[in-house]
């Protein structure tokens, strides 16, 4: 053999022995992954600014970060690097600053607005805000901004140094929808209110005078004249609440316009001007009876209010939501995202007529579109690629930011596919099959069937970090989007309205059915579980299914009329289902899991924030009392000081850890000889 080949063989063994081994995702992989949101195109449209959230595990926090990475993908810069959370960042028109809210160490507690000349040199704190600043826009001249500020809580003031602490006040409650995850109550006397602020002066003062009504969503016109808003002006608008577009001159002390009717119920996403500012283009939501399953339609009315808000009726002959509208720069398009059957995806519909233009191919999974001066970008990512930021050129993407790349690099990433079934009644059922890392084909398998929330959503072609740890210790995970989920049309939706735990648990049986013909799913190691209204699901299929062997249910009900008042849901349940004195007997009929409970086998670990105003944890501790009350091995875990979303990242990761233990435990021992078949018991 000559030297040329024995030198390039080991040139070859060189570089085989460089790329790195990879490994399936471990749970401590979890706290590496970094979360890339909010793009915002720089104006003069070579600069994308950007936030990533990372996790600090010794702090046991979540942190955020500004970016901004240059429109050619050649630069990534991080922007702040302060202990402190810094997030929304938006450029001044001018281009001159980035600016972001942050609650640092300043002049006034909590969220302010701070600002970074491009020249360089450090942050400053722009306003001192007494109140509870949610979020600002820029005006187009750059010499105000927009604020979206709330009451302050007179009682949030902490004691002086070495004085007693204050003895909390009675809790004084006269709403009609009184209280909110993560807001906690809602009391009459502290609302939301825009104010104006001149960046010269720091001058502020409110845009209107409204005493009572909460607004939202501020958006300066073009020429910076006038300032359209998101309110409700219903003499109680804790009953309908849904909004109405106004709009106000940009000046303090403004007379507001009412643009839609209290009838159209408008959304509460901001509404967006066309580039000549004669039209408004918003979002249009469903009646009351069916908010919980929600499907927003795109109209469009004039600015000066003549005439009615009309729906733009290629988009509504979709059938499907939309959301994030924006007028193309003549303004004789408007483009907006569509969620269609497990894509989310761009599209454009010209005002003049036509049908609406999809804009990328499918699957594809879009948000947060950014436009400005010839940049043109988007989140995007995949089932097997965490979200990054995507430029736009010609209905492809191209990415711009790496913020996971070396992570993923390291992983063996399981792979993810589209399954389709008919469920019971023969209605075509659509979901996601993911399949165990290194899995050999015609082997079976654990299933867990992983149930999502809302109803009001769906399993998508995203990033699921939980899908790939499962996935990675072994099991195939089912994803399915059933009746009551989004992107399959309103019929599709709306089915399941005041007859929860009906077609869902058909839907359901047919995935798990389905997978296992496949030869995927071990028909005798069935795991289930779910969060929110996918733990209601889960309780319903442990009581109507006895395949399953282990089961986990977060933050979900059990005796439903039990919730009438204690949870923030109290539209639904007056409107779509009926308040208890009318409507008993379904209140009864969704209450089956709780009432049934002596029909459950399954071993069931029951989870619950212990400050869940959403689904409150009396629902895990009903389910889980019934269950231990019946002998059936069960477990509780309640997150000290956590909402419906668990947010502290240890706590996070024991929720992992707990969940693949419990499914270890009964999965992956040796399976009884017999099973139950499905359905008889329900």
């Known amino acids: 053999m000559s030297a040329r080949p024995l030198l390039l063989l080991a040139v070859s063994a060189a570089a085989l022995c460089a790329q790195p081994v990879r490994h399936p995702i471990k749970l401590d992989d979890l706290a590496r992954l970094r979360e890339v949101r909010d793009p915002q195109c720089s104006p003069d449209g070579q600069w994308v600014a950007y936030t990533v959230g990372t996790i600090e595990v010794k702090e046991d926090k979540h942190d955020s970060d500004v970016w901004m990475v240059s429109f050619d993908g050649k630069r990534d810069l991080?922007?702040?690097a302060s202990p402190e959370n810094e997030g929304t960042a938006r450029w001044s028109p001018d281009g001159k600053y980035l600016s972001f809210l942050s609650a640092r160490p300043g002049k006034a507690k909590g969220n302010q607005v701070w600002l970074l000349d491009r020249q360089g040199g450090e942050a400053v704190q722009l306003t001192d805000?007494?109140?509870r600043l949610q979020g600002y826009e820029w005006s187009p001249d750059s010499k105000r901004l927009a604020l979206v500020v709330g009451d302050p809580d007179p009682d949030a003031d902490p004691p002086a140094e070495g004085a007693r602490?204050?003895?909390?006040?009675?809790?004084?409650?006269?709403?009609?929808h009184y209280k909110q995850d993560g807001a906690g109550y809602l009391l009459s006397d502290r609302h939301t209110f825009i104010y104006l602020f001149e960046i010269a002066t720091k001058k502020l003062e409110r845009l209107t005078t409204a005493k009572k009504h909460e607004e939202s969503a501020p958006v300066w016109s073009p020429d910076g004249a006038r300032i359209a808003f998101m309110s409700n002006h219903a003499e109680d608008p804790d009953r309908d609440p849904a909004g109405q577009v106004y709009v106000a001159d940009a000046h303090p002390g403004a007379a507001e316009k009412q643009l839609t009717p209290l009838t159209l119920r408008a959304g509460r996403s901001r509404p967006e001007w066309s580039p000549d500012g004669k039209w408004i283009a918003l979002l249009v939501g469903d009646e009351k009876k069916y908010g919980a399953y929600n499907m927003e339609r795109l109209a469009v009315v004039a600015a000066d209010g003549a005439g009615e808000p009309a729906l733009v009726k290629a988009a509504a002959d979709l059938d499907r939501g939309v959301s994030t509208p924006r007028f193309t720069p003549d303004g004789g398009s408007i483009t907006f995202l569509v969620a269609d059957d497990r894509s989310v995806y761009p599209a454009r519909v010209r005002l003049s007529g036509g049908a609406v233009e999809r804009l990328m191919a499918l699957p594809i999974v879009v948000s947060s579109p950014t436009v400005a001066a010839g940049c043109a970008a988007v989140l995007s990512g995949g089932d097997s690629k965490p979200t990054e930021i995507y430029a736009v050129e010609g209905g492809a993407l191209r990415q711009l930011t790496h913020q996971n790349d070396a992570?993923?690099?390291e992983l063996e990433i399981a792979p993810t596919e589209e399954v389709s079934f008919k469920s019971k009644d023969g209605t075509e059922v659509h979901g996601l099959l993911t399949k165990p890392v290194?899995?050999?084909?015609?082997t079976k398998v654990p299933l867990l069937l992983r149930i999502h929330g809302g109803p009001n959503g769906q399993d998508a072609h995203t990033f699921s970090s939980e899908r790939q740890v499962f996935a990675a210790n072994g099991y195939a995970v089912l994803a399915v989007n059933y009746r009551g989920s989004s992107g399959r049309g309103q019929k599709y939706s709306r089915a399941i309205a005041a007859d929860w735990g009906h077609y869902e648990v058909e839907d359901l049986q047919a995935g798990v059915d389905h997978v296992v013909r496949l030869g995927v799913a071990d028909p005798d190691r069935l795991g289930v579980g779910g969060w929110s209204y996918g733990a209601i699901l889960t309780d319903?299929?442990?009581?109507?299914d006895h395949r399953f062997k282990a089961a986990t249910s977060?933050?979900?009900t059990a005796f439903t009329i039990a919730f009438y008042g204690t949870d923030q849901y109290i539209t639904q349940y007056d409107y779509e289902i009926g308040p208890p004195w009318k409507a008993f007997d379904t209140y009864v009929k969704i209450s089956y899991p709780f009432l049934h409970a002596d029909r459950i086998v399954t071993p069931t670990l029951f989870l619950g924030?212990?400050?869940d105003f959403n689904v409150p944890v009396q629902g895990g501790q009903q389910m889980y009392q019934a269950l231990r009350s019946l002998g059936i091995d069960t477990q509780l875990i309640i997150y000290p000081n956590e909402n419906h979303g668990i947010q502290r990242p240890s706590y996070q990761k024991d929720r992992m850890e707990r969940y693949l233990a419990w499914y270890d435990k009964y999965l992956k021992k040796t399976p009884a000889a017999t099973s139950t078949a499905a359905g008889g018991v329900r």
């Open 540 to 544: 319903y299929m442990i009581a109507s």
């Open 438 to 442: 290194g899995y050999t084909a015609g």
């Open 609 to 611: 924030g212990e400050r």
């Open 129 to 131: 805000v007494k109140g």
């Open 78 to 80: 991080r922007v702040t």
């Open 165 to 176: 602490p204050k003895t909390p006040k009675p809790i004084v409650i006269d709403r009609y």
């Open 407 to 409: 992570l993923m690099a």
């Open 554 to 556: 977060g933050a979900g």
